[in-house]
T-cell receptor, first 112, second 115 residues
Framework: NAGVMQNPRHLVRRRGQEARLRCSPM?????VYWYRQLPEEGLKFMVY????????ESGMPKERFSAEFPKEGPSILRIQQVVRGDSAAYFC??????????FGEGSRLTVL | AQSVTQLGSHVSVSEGALVLLRCNYS??????LFWYVQYPNQGLQLLLK??????LVKGINGFEAEFKKSETSFHLTKPSAHMSDAAEYFC?????????????FGKGTRLSVIA
């Protein structure tokens, strides 16, 4: 899935620190979805963004989490004051068409 | 609201045996349905999709799925399992032509293939 680029692939943070996860969608795509995957769970939708616009953030926790997709540069998912429960794999996907999502390799966050 | 139920969190088959992974969905509008596969420490890769055309959909790696509206099912099958099929499989639903609504995923089924 080289088309959608996520970094870092692995991130370790201590409780209370900030985590920033980046996603560049496929070339020419301007829609990005973020999902979170917890062990033994499926993927949970977090947020859907267009360039400079949040379309749907119904899956985002109300506190500490934010997302943006600026006119220039990657989409960023930001988690402030991380807690152990934030440890998960975070996946970004760009919209291929007809509802089909093309996923990145994911960013795996570990909170110590 | 849409939802997906995957029956069986873990399925184990012998190499060469039939693979059947079950998926039932709930949607208030005609759905689009998808199966994705995830290998360890990787992202999700699309296996196949149903978007209101033929009800029997063929995908990559010999997999296929049949959309059965009366049963609200979209089960994934493969006639003969290969060791390389061992992975996690996710069924997902979206609201079809209702726009770019987010995919809703099931919890996944881990497929093990025994030599």
């Amino acid at each position: 899935n080289a088309g959608v680029m996520q970094n870092p692939r692995h991130l370790v943070r201590r409780r209370g620190q900030e985590a920033r996860l980046r996603c560049s969608p496929m070339k020419g795509h301007s829609h990005v979805y973020w999902y979170r995957q917890l062990p033994e769970e499926g993927l949970k939708f977090m947020v859907y963004l267009q360039k400079e616009n949040i379309i749907d953030e119904s899956g985002m926790p109300k506190e500490r989490f934010s997302a943006e997709f600026p006119k220039e540069g990657p989409s960023i998912l930001r988690i402030q004051q991380v807690v152990r429960g934030d440890s998960a794999a975070y996946f970004c996907a760009s919209l291929q068409g007809a509802g089909e999502l093309f996923f990145g390799e994911g960013s795996r966050l570990t909170v110590l | 609201a849409q939802s997906v139920t995957q029956l069986g969190s873990h399925v184990s088959v012998s190499e060469g045996a039939l693979v059947l992974l079950r998926c039932n969905y709930s949607s208030s509008v005609p759905p689009y349905l998808f199966w994705y596969v995830q290998y360890p420490n990787q992202g999700l890769q699309l296996l196949l999709k149903y978007t209101s055309a033929a009800t029997l959909v063929k995908g990559i790696n010999g997999f296929e799925a049949e959309f059965k509206k009366s049963e609200t099912s979209f089960h994934l099958t493969k006639p003969s399992a290969h060791m390389s099929d061992a992975a996690e499989y996710f069924c997902a639903v979206s609201e079809g032509n209702s726009g770019n609504t987010p995919l809703v995923f099931g919890k996944g089924t881990r497929l093990s293939v025994i030599a």
